[in-house]
C-alpha cells in the first residue's frame, strides 16, 4: 500500500500502481465528492448493487482496457525493469492536458482499484483498513518532519532552477535522512538488547512502537569533521539504564543516544 494526500490522486496513477501490483491509497478530503464505478457483467447485462445502486452511476469503459491491454503490460513492464520512469509515461500519457487512448485505458483501468479504495475506506464494519492508512501516514509525515530539519537551509526550499539540480538536492537530502534513520535504528535496538539483558522488563509491542525518524537529538548546526568509520570499534558505549524501584510500571530512561 502506498499512501498520500489528495493532491497527488488521478485515476491515471491509480491504474498504474494496480497493474504493479500496489494498492494506490490517497486520503481523500472531499470523500462524498467522489465517484464510484462500475462495470458490466461478462454477457454484457448491467449487474445489481443493491445498497450501492445510488452512488454507482458512473461505468468504467471496459473496452478500452481490453483494447490497450497489451500495451498496458509492456508498460507495466518496462517500470519494472526501470527501463522508463513513471514521471516521463504520465507526460506522454496526458499530452497538452488530453490523455491519450494509452492513458484512457490506465485510467478506466484505476478507477476499478479507486472504487475498491474507497468502498474499503467506508466500510462500517471493519475499520483495520482506514486504521492501516492513517498508521501509514502518521509515519509519513514523520518522516516529513525529519526531511524538513534536516533541510533547513535556505528555509528548507529547493532553489535549483533546473530539474537535475533539483533532483540532486533531493537524492543528497534522503541519503543523509537514510544515514539518520540507520544510525537511530542501530542504537534503538542495541538500547533495547542491553535493557533486556540487564533483566529489564521490555515488551515486544513496546518495541514495536519504537521509531527510528525522532530527530529531538540531532543538531544540523555547526561544523562536521567526517572522519573515516571503523567498523570493528563497534557502536559507542552506552549509559547505564535508571531504574526505579518499582521497574515494571516505569518509564525506563537510557542516554546512549
Not at 468504467?60 to 527501463?83: E, F, H
Not at 476499478?112 to 509525515?141: A, C, F, N, W
Not at 538536492?169 to 535493557?195: P, R
Amino acid at each position: 500500500m502506498v499512501t498520500t494526500d489528495q493532491a497527488s490522486d488521478s485515476d491515471m496513477v491509480l491504474g498504474i500502481f494496480s497493474m504493479l501490483g500496489y494498492r494506490f491509497a490517497p486520503r481523500f478530503a472531499d470523500l462524498g465528492d467522489q465517484r464510484f464505478w462500475r462495470t458490466d457483467l461478462p454477457d454484457g447485462s448491467t449487474g445489481q448493487y443493491g445498497v450501492l445502486e445510488a452512488i454507482a452511476r458512473n461505468k468504467v469503459n471496459t473496452k478500452k482496457v481490453i483494447t490497450q491491454w497489451p500495451d498496458m503490460v509492456r508498460v507495466a513492464g518496462s517500470l519494472v525493469t526501470n527501463q522508463v520512469r513513471a514521471y516521463d509515461l504520465l507526460r506522454m500519457f496526458a499530452r497538452n492536458g488530453n490523455p491519450t487512448p494509452l492513458g484512457q485505458a490506465f485510467a478506466e483501468y484505476g478507477r476499478i482499484d479507486k472504487t475498491m479504495h474507497l468502498l474499503s475506506m467506508l466500510d462500517p464494519i471493519d475499520s483495520s483498513y482506514r486504521r492501516t492508512l492513517g498508521k501509514q501516514l502518521s509515519v509519513q509525515e514523520s518522516r516529513h518532519h525529519l526531511a524538513r530539519k534536516i533541510c533547513h537551509g535556505n528555509g528548507g526550499k529547493i532553489r535549483q532552477a533546473y530539474r537535475e539540480g533539483q533532483e540532486d538536492q533531493l537524492a543528497a537530502l534522503g541519503l543523509v535522512l537514510n544515514a539518520v534513520v540507520l544510525w537511530n535504528s542501530k542504537y534503538l535496538s542495541a538500547i533495547v538488547d542491553q535493557l533486556r539483558a540487564q533483566g529489564v522488563p521490555v515488551k515486544d509491542e513496546d518495541v514495536a512502537r519504537l521509531s527510528p525518524l525522532g530527530h529531538a537529538h540531532l543538531n544540523c548546526l555547526g561544523r562536521y569533521a567526517i572522519a573515516s568509520s571503523a567498523p570493528d570499534k563497534g557502536l559507542r558505549p552506552l549509559g547505564a539504564a535508571v531504574l526505579p524501584q518499582d521497574a515494571s510500571s516505569a518509564v525506563v530512561a537510557e542516554d546512549g543516544v
